[in-house]
C-alpha cells in the first residue's frame, strides 16, 4: 500500500541534471550590499542579492571577488531575485552568512520548465 501512495509522488519528478545551469558567479557580500540605497539594511537575503547586484552593475560599487554575470546585468532580472531564491536553494546557514556579510557566495541561476531559480552557497 505505501508503494501504490509513493508512486503519484514519482510520476512527475526529473533529476537535477535536467535543469540547466544559466549563469555562475561569485561575489563578496560586505557592507554596502548590506544596505538599500536610502541606508535602510536589508533583512531577506533576495534584498542583498539585488542589491549586490545593482551595485555591481548600476553603481558601479565593486569589491574583491566580485564577477560578472550575464543574467542579473538586466534590472528585469534583478526584480525577480526574490521569487528566484524563493523557488531555489540556500541553507538554513547560507542564509545566516549572507544576512552578516563579509562573505563570498556562490550563485548559480538554473532554468527548469517552471521557469528560474537560484542556488546560493556561501563559501
Not at 509513493?6 to 544596505?35: F, K, W
Not at 542579492?49 to 574583491?64: P, T
Request: proline content about 3%; glycine content about 6%; hydrophobic content about 35%.
Amino acid at each position: 500500500m505505501a508503494a501504490a501512495l509513493l508512486l503519484p509522488l514519482l510520476i512527475g519528478v526529473t533529476p537535477a541534471s535536467a535543469d540547466e545551469l544559466v549563469d555562475e558567479y561569485n561575489a563578496y557580500i560586505g557592507r554596502d550590499d548590506l544596505y538599500n540605497s536610502n541606508g535602510e539594511r536589508l533583512r531577506e537575503p533576495w534584498q542583498i542579492i539585488r542589491q549586490d547586484r545593482a551595485n555591481y552593475y548600476k553603481f558601479g560599487i565593486r569589491q574583491r571577488g566580485d564577477e560578472p554575470d550575464e543574467f542579473f546585468a538586466s534590472v528585469d532580472n534583478r526584480a525577480k531575485a526574490e521569487r528566484m531564491i524563493r523557488d531555489g536553494t540556500i541553507t538554513r546557514e547560507a542564509r545566516r552568512l549572507l544576512l552578516q556579510g563579509d562573505c563570498m557566495i556562490n550563485v548559480k541561476v538554473y532554468h527548469d520548465r517552471d521557469g528560474d531559480y537560484l542556488e546560493i552557497t556561501v563559501d
